[in-house]
């Protein structure tokens, strides 16, 4: 009984200290905003670059922020950013000048930073974030955050011999079904970059129908995201003609969403990009088959009620025609 009030007591602990951490975070996410979100730059070793962004305290109170640079690795296959605060790299190429900033509520201020590229740097990508926060940076080896921060990604090419290589790695449906009643159809792939920079896969997905007649084209790359070297990416493709304003439910409500997104029969996607500096590409397809089957329900059952309503209306109207062609001579109206 001791271990367990013990055990519910660390629970409750720790969920608060999550929560309080999550309501930071929030915070100063509205308390400061900085712009651009990211910056592109490039430059030749040994060779200073850099530029400018603006901070604005959202405020309501005098604030001071503080600043700290971070390098970043791919985590996962979404393109989610993860940090390190070891000191090599591009975080210690980059500077800020000032470090610390003091913004009145609503104040804005434009900071300058550079980066020192070492005549020794490789050719290729560095990535790398500039964080300002509400609490200074630690002096120790290992760094402890107790604040929330927000900060600029800064993707740096070192310009020189840059591999370039990768390629998709798959294409399928995203719920690895080959059968839908209706659209969207889901698509995804994966792309590996196996090069020493970033690459943005550029390109579409083209839908063909049974007969191979285009039917759409999509953009594969609507996010436009880069994959980091060494790192695997995925992305996803909707195929949707009308998006419905809320769930559709009720057999009536899926036949007329299955109208606006009319689809039936099998259909081919096409990927093909293009990535890197030298025209390279890659290209894969799948297939999928489209049966609205409760649309095609009622379309027989219109058919049929019409052709059953019109072969009865032809059959009254020959027996019409019969009686009169069999009508006698006498019956005729002379007058």
């Not at 900033?101 to 290729?124: D, F, M, N, S």
């Not at 719920?175 to 590996?192: A, E, I, N």
């Amino acid at each position: 009984m001791l271990l367990q009030r013990i055990s519910n007591s660390i629970a409750l602990i720790a969920f608060a200290v999550t929560l309080s951490c999550v309501l930071g975070v929030a915070g100063v996410a509205h308390a400061l905003t900085i712009s651009p979100a990211r910056v592109e730059v490039s430059g030749d070793p040994g060779t200073i670059v850099g530029g400018e962004f603006t901070l604005i305290n959202e405020q309501s109170a005098p604030q001071t922020f503080y600043a700290s640079y971070e390098n970043f690795t791919a985590q996962g296959e979404t393109g989610t950013p993860s940090f390190s605060s070891e000191k090599v790299g591009l975080a210690a190429w980059l500077s800020t000048n000032p470090t610390q900033v003091t913004l009145e509520p609503g104040r804005a201020i434009k900071v300058p930073y550079a980066i020192t590229i070492p005549a020794t740097a490789e050719p290729g990508g560095y990535f790398a974030a500039v964080f300002w926060s509400t609490t200074p940076p630690s002096t120790e080896s290992v760094q402890v955050s107790i604040g929330a921060k927000i900060g600029m990604l800064i993707l740096l090419r070192v310009n020189g011999d840059i591999a370039e290589a990768g390629g998709i790695t798959q294409f399928d449906r995203n719920d690895h079904g080959f059968f839908y009643t209706s659209l969207p159809v889901s698509l995804r792939y994966k792309f590996r970059n196996d090069g020493t920079d970033r690459v943005e896969p550029r390109g579409s997905v083209v839908i063909r129908d049974t007969v191979f007649i285009k039917t759409t084209t999509l953009d594969a790359n609507g996010v436009t995201g880069n994959i980091l070297p060494g790192s695997v990416r995925q992305f996803s493709v909707e195929w949707l003609k009308h998006k419905a304003p809320q769930p559709v439910q009720g057999f009536f409500n899926t036949v007329s969403y299955q109208w606006q997104n009319f689809a039936l029969g099998l259909y081919s996607a096409h990927l093909k990009l293009a990535y890197g500096t030298q025209g390279l590409t890659a290209s894969k397809s799948v297939w999928f088959f489209v049966f609205p089957w409760q649309l095609v329900i009622c379309i027989a059952v219109v058919l049929i009620v019409v052709l059953k309503g019109g072969s009865v209306l032809l059959k009254r109207y020959n027996r019409y025609i019969i009686r009169q062609a069999q009508r006698s001579p006498r019956d005729v109206d002379h007058s």
